[in-house]
Structure formats: C-alpha cells, structure tokens
C-alpha cells in the first residue's frame, strides 16, 4: 500500500565509497523528483524527472547521478562521498509537474 | 525569482490554543501553494493545497489557510492544537519555469504543543 518507497532507510557509509539509493512510487505518478534536506531541516530540489526524462537538475555535484529505468523508479547513485553529503534525502512523485508531490519516508545518509 | 519565506522557526503552544504559522511568498506569477507536515524521523505530508477559486483551503487534521494575494501571504492556522500536531510545518511554492515546476520550500516552522 505504500505510496512512495525508498531504500534503504539508513545507510552508514566511509568517505570516498559509492552508494545507491533507491525509489518506487505506485501512484502511476509521471513525474519523480530527489530532494536533499540538510541538518537544519533545509529542504533543496536536486533532481525531477518527467516520464523518465530529466527535466531538472540543479546545482548538483557530477557525483550525484540519477537514473529512472522506468515511470514508477528513480534511483540515486552517489560517487566518492563526501562529509557534506550527510543528510536526509526525499524521494517524491506527482501526477504532474506542476500538481502536489507525495513523499517517501527518506534515506538518512550519514558519511563517516 | 521565486521565494518563500516562514517567519518564525519555532512556535511554542499550550494545547488546545489556537495556532497560526505564517508564511509569506515573493513572486511575480500567479502561483500554486502548498502546506506539507512532517513529523519526527519521517517524510513530508501534505496538508492543503491552493490551486484556485476560494481563497479559504481547509486540510487535513483540522487545519485551514487564508491565500492573500495582495499580501502574498498563505498563513495556516488550527483553533484547536493537539500534542499529536507537533511537527515541522513547511509551506512551499510551485515555482513554474522551463516548462516544467517545482516547489520552493521555505526553511520550515517548529510548532511545540505543550500540554
């Protein structure tokens, strides 16, 4: 029944590893986006995707890499992290890209 | 540019006293706009939209908010606080650019309810 899942939920990691996170939204949803929220609860878009296609991509380091094999996956890979890239990160879909966003739970990354 | 700003970062509450969390938007569009709850150690809920038409959105959990736009102001409030509302309040804009949108959010709103 869950609307927007990611995996994992934690992920403990050391500097310089590559990791991968993981969502699937079973809305039937178009649209798919990567949000990053910083230890002050900042909340900053990172990626959106519309029917597999990129259609945003901020101001992201070319570490960040993400991939939608398909309309219900968007997933994360991240190279060579770093201590900045300690945070929570969201997963959402929308029908739209203009219509309200569903959340998924969030993956906490903590780089040690 | 497009920007949302929430005054206040921490609002404490007795319960059952009524709240408003305020949240104040700059843009030069006509916009869609958005109040998301989260609640400790978990995703973004939403709350209530505002699309068109009455500028009175009620949502979920009891809560409404006023768009004005002559303000740019999109102000939440509930008569009525629980413990249970303590959370994290984040209001949001759909920023519309390149053909596409997505939402600013402003930096969030701690409302404590106290018993």
């Known amino acids: 029944d869950t609307a927007v899942s990611q995996t994992p939920k934690y992920l403990v990691t050391q500097m310089g590893n590559d990791k991968s996170i993981k969502c699937e939204q079973n809305l039937g949803h178009d649209t798919m986006y990567w949000y990053k929220q910083d230890s002050k609860k900042f909340l900053k878009i990172m990626f959106s995707y519309n029917n597999k296609e990129l259609i945003i991509n901020e101001t992201v380091p070319n570490r960040f890499s993400p991939k939608s094999p398909d309309k219900a996956h968007l997933n994360l890979h991240i190279n060579s992290l770093e201590l900045g890239d300690s945070a929570v990160y969201f997963c959402?879909?929308?029908?739209?890209?203009?219509?309200?966003?569903?959340f998924g739970p969030g993956t906490r990354l903590t780089v040690t | 540019a497009q920007s949302v700003t929430q005054l206040d970062s921490q609002v404490p509450v007795f319960e059952e006293a009524p709240v408003e969390l305020r949240c104040n938007y700059s843009?030069?569009?006509?916009?869609?706009l958005f109040w998301y709850v989260q609640y400790p150690n978990q995703g973004l809920q939403l709350l209530l939209k505002y699309l068109s038409g009455s500028t009175l959105v009620k949502g979920i959990n009891g809560f409404e908010a006023e768009f004005n736009k002559s303000q740019t102001s999109f102000h939440l409030r509930k008569p009525s606080v629980h413990i249970s509302d303590t959370a994290e309040y984040f209001c949001?804009?759909?920023?519309?650019?390149?053909?596409?949108?997505?939402?600013?959010f402003g930096k969030g709103t701690m409302l404590l309810v106290s018993p």
């Open positions: 843009s030069s569009v006509s916009v869609y």
């Open positions: 959402a879909s929308s029908r739209q890209p203009s219509t309200e966003q569903y």
């Open positions: 949001a804009v759909s920023l519309y650019r390149s053909g596409y949108s997505t939402l600013t």
